[in-house]
């Protein structure tokens, strides 16, 4: 299982960029990065997901260099809503085809007025 | 909203009694998964449905637990004897079939969040 390490907290101050780093050293060939996010009480969220160099969609871009033992997750001018816990993973398969997730820790956001 | 339904969302109970979580997931998604959150920690794996089949259990479903999924529709998660440490969020997570694909877009329910007295 390939670890993930990212900051436990991280604050902002609403309407600036916000850059999450992942270390994932021992990713596998067929692992893809997935980040997810969770608010409280409730479950978590899938965000975005990629494999190498960068994927944007509606909500954050993840930058994944070429070595991709690491990956960044960016939200753009982030606003009080964007406070939460997001995760970092990288892609599971256990040898029943289950894709269990494995989450760390997590960073928590908070974005400040 | 993801389309998945936890029921009940809190549940008070004493030390001793059993508890029985009730999980409705995405009608379409034939996989289904249990997790169990603490706080400050992310969701622990805890079993695996693919329709009907337990495919998978996590070492740390205890024989005290035991989850159905009876006709591959809705999931049951019961806990016998609670103790004190089974105090968490008790989540369920759906996924669809994709075929030929290494990765894994999992839609989370609300949770029920268990308090042992």
């Known amino acids: 299982l390939a670890k993930t390490t990212q900051p436990i907290s991280m604050d902002s101050y609403e309407g600036q960029e916000v850059n999450i780093t992942c270390s994932h050293n021992?990713?596998?060939?067929?692992?893809?990065i997935t980040w997810y996010q969770q608010f409280p009480s409730q479950g978590p969220r899938f965000i975005i997901q990629?494999?190498?160099t960068k994927v944007t969609n509606e909500v954050a871009s993840l930058f994944i260099p070429a070595d991709r033992k690491s990956s960044t997750l960016s939200l753009p001018r982030v606003s009080l809503s964007d406070t939460a816990v997001y995760y970092c993973?990288?892609?599971?398969?256990?040898?029943?085809?289950?894709?269990?997730?494995?989450f760390g820790k997590g960073t928590k956001l908070s974005v400040i007025p | 909203d993801t389309g998945v339904s936890q029921d009940p969302r809190h549940k008070i109970t004493k030390r001793g009694q059993n508890v029985t979580f009730r999980c409705d997931p995405i009608?379409?998604?034939?996989?289904l998964y249990w997790y169990r959150q603490t706080l400050g920690q992310g969701p622990e794996f805890l079993t695996y449905?693919?329709?009907?089949?337990?495919?998978?259990k996590s070492r740390l479903l205890s024989d005290r637990f035991s989850a159905e999924r009876p006709k591959g529709s809705f999931s049951t998660l019961e806990i016998q004897r609670t103790e004190q440490g089974d105090s968490a969020m008790y989540l369920c997570a759906c996924r669809g079939t994709e075929e030929g694909t290494v990765t894994d877009t999992q839609y989370f329910g609300p949770g029920t969040r268990l308090t042992v007295l």
């Open positions: 449905f693919q329709n009907e089949a337990q495919l998978e």
């Open positions: 009608s379409e998604h034939n996989r």
């Open positions: 993973l990288v892609g599971t398969r256990s040898g029943a085809g289950s894709y269990q997730l494995t």
């Open positions: 990629g494999y190498k």
């Open positions: 021992n990713i596998a060939t067929n692992d893809y």
